[in-house]
């Protein structure tokens, strides 16, 4: 591909957020392509470690259109039965996804924009942009991390149990991957579990539908100019799925406090409590991906582009998706992305008329 092609809207991502907004795309009956930098399709599904879970049952984990089916035996789905939805739903819809395709950069372009590729350049009326977090990890600076002499990895990198069996492993981070990780671990390791305040379980019977309807119930609040609710933050920060609860109900997940640093061999607390380990997995979450939008110059405070729903506020060709609350209530999640991007696809189709 060496010269520009055009169409009414370019989605940038070709996972879960791209795929929803496809699907409505198409019901808009509106000319679109989907660049996805991935060689296969299911986005970050692609490289989840082996025991991830979903917080939901399927039924409660799909994108609009197609209810996800159950896996047999699993309550909550892993990641491959994500994956094969995934690459199902695509092919359901015959969306019009071009990969391998990394979009480097979107410039305003006249009327139009025009998106950067390393296989050429697209032209659109309205870029959507989808490409979530799971490429950009976020790492804490923290005291020692450059005399530790064991291993450190995020969450990305994280595969099976197996590679640590027998050795030492201290697990930093409080939330679903941290707790996740944790449980896979602890039968198999000497593990130590670090969250920054005390791990907050969710009531057992808490999944993601209620989360995601407790998101909701937050936004509205907030457009209504009600009192905050507080939204999921007020409920705890993990979900207890089957293999937390048992690891938690064997008292094999009992969380430490936050180290103060890093030692050549280890992690060191302020009162001088010393814990060896042969490696360190962050499980400390991700930031926007979103470096091929910085040609626009859109970012406000704290790095992040002000949106009002989807649409960039100062860019209204742009839409962000998937990326969290701020571009939708549990917009990150297989069931929050839809109503977000039905709601960004019904702006773009009446812009365009």
Known sequence: MTHTLD?????????QAGLAAGYH??????DFVILDAQPAPGGAWRHAWESLRLFSPAAYSSLPGRLMPAQGGAEYPDAHHVLQYLT???DRYALPVQRPVRALAVHRDGDRLRVETDRGDWSARAVISATGTWWRPFLPAVPGQEVFTGRQLHTVRYRDPREFAGQRVIVVGGGNSGAQVAADLAPHTDLTWVTRRPARFLADDIDGRALF????ARRRALDAGDTDTGGVASLGDIVAVPPVRAARDAGLLKAQPMFARLTEDGAEWADGTRAEAAAIIWCTGFRPALSHLAPMGLRGERGRIPTRGTRAVDEPRLHLLGYGDW?????ATLIGVGRPARDAVREIAAVLG
């Open 327 to 331: 571009t939708g209530p549990a917009s």
């Open 25 to 30: 795309l198409r019901r808009q009956n509106l």
């Open 7 to 15: 169409v009414d809207v370019v989605v940038i991502g070709g996972g």
């Open 88 to 90: 199902a739903y695509e």
């Open 213 to 216: 309807d407790t998101a909701t």
